[in-house]
């Protein structure tokens, strides 16, 4: 059970679907685990659907998959987090979570021009078609921003919860996590990712083996069936590690700056 003080809130983390090679199996204990903790708020770390964002230019699927399909897809999945997260009610009766969700790389190769004509790109844009360009707008929702482009200054890309960050992530590799929470995250705070599909409790960074960093990180995994996971780049990762978690956190939504810990986290693997 996590630490929880009163006046600190509570929230629910998730990422990388990957739709439609959802594992339905984990987003179901994903949203049992929700329904039981009545967040504060839900984020989804992106990646909602697959977009096959690692493949050569101007190619999304294969012959067995049209985006439309992943659309779909991904509608059920966000879905299913809100009304997991808005079930509970406040005492004054009103829904309580409030949703965020976080461009990840994937969804954002189909706003961008090295994938496509630009001439597709509104029309591809999932943030206006049907079901799910409604069910983006349930969602705060940040676009999927380089670091190079300004953050993390204006918070662009991320969100930030007293001393909580959560992102998407940018890098790859096995000191990701830890580099990207020295970049973005705050002292004495914890950045979350996703972007990796490596599921990380929460781990206090360490500059050499035996000195330690004042900041802390996680990751949540991904919520992706590796069985329906057959796109080229995932031939080319190690995915030995990969597996599926959702992260709960609470904090002091009013502390940024403090020399000491004003959250506590924990990482359940589903």
């Not at 059970?1 to 204990?29: E, N, T, Y």
């Not at 990969?242 to 959250?263: H, M, Q, Y």
């Amino acid at each position: 059970m996590i630490h929880r003080p009163r006046g600190w809130k509570v929230g629910c983390v998730v990422g990388c679907d990957h739709a439609p090679a959802v594992d339905w199996g984990v987003l179901k204990r994903r949203c049992r685990i929700i329904r039981d903790v009545k967040p504060d708020w839900m984020i989804h770390l992106g990646d909602v659907f697959d977009a096959q964002a690692g493949g050569p230019p101007n190619r999304f699927f294969d012959k067995d998959r049209s985006l439309l399909s992943e659309y779909r897809a991904a509608v059920k999945v966000l879905t299913a987090y809100r009304e997991a997260a808005t079930t509970g009610r406040s005492r004054a009766g009103r829904r309580k979570a409030k949703c965020y969700w976080l461009e990840g790389n994937h969804e954002a190769r189909v706003r961008t021009a090295d994938r496509m004509p630009k001439s597709l790109l509104g029309l591809l844009d999932y943030r206006t078609q049907g079901e799910l360009g409604r069910e983006w707008r349930r969602w705060q929702w940040r676009p999927y921003i380089s670091p190079h482009k300004g953050l993390p200054d204006d918070l662009q890309g991320m969100v930030r919860f007293g001393q909580v960050t959560l992102i998407h992530g940018w890098k790859f590799g096995g000191n990701s996590d830890r580099d990207e929470a020295q970049t973005y995250g705050v002292e004495y705070g914890l950045t979350v990712r996703a972007h990796t599909h490596r599921p990380i409790g929460v781990t206090r960074g360490m500059v050499t083996t035996t000195v330690a960093m004042n900041r802390w990180y996680a990751n949540v995994g991904w919520g992706g069936d590796l069985s329906k996971f057959k796109m080229g780049y995932a031939g080319r990762r190690d995915t030995t590690l990969w597996g599926s978690a959702i992260l709960v956190f609470a904090c002091d939504p009013t502390v940024v700056a403090a020399n000491e810990r004003k959250w506590s986290a924990e990482l359940i693997e589903v």
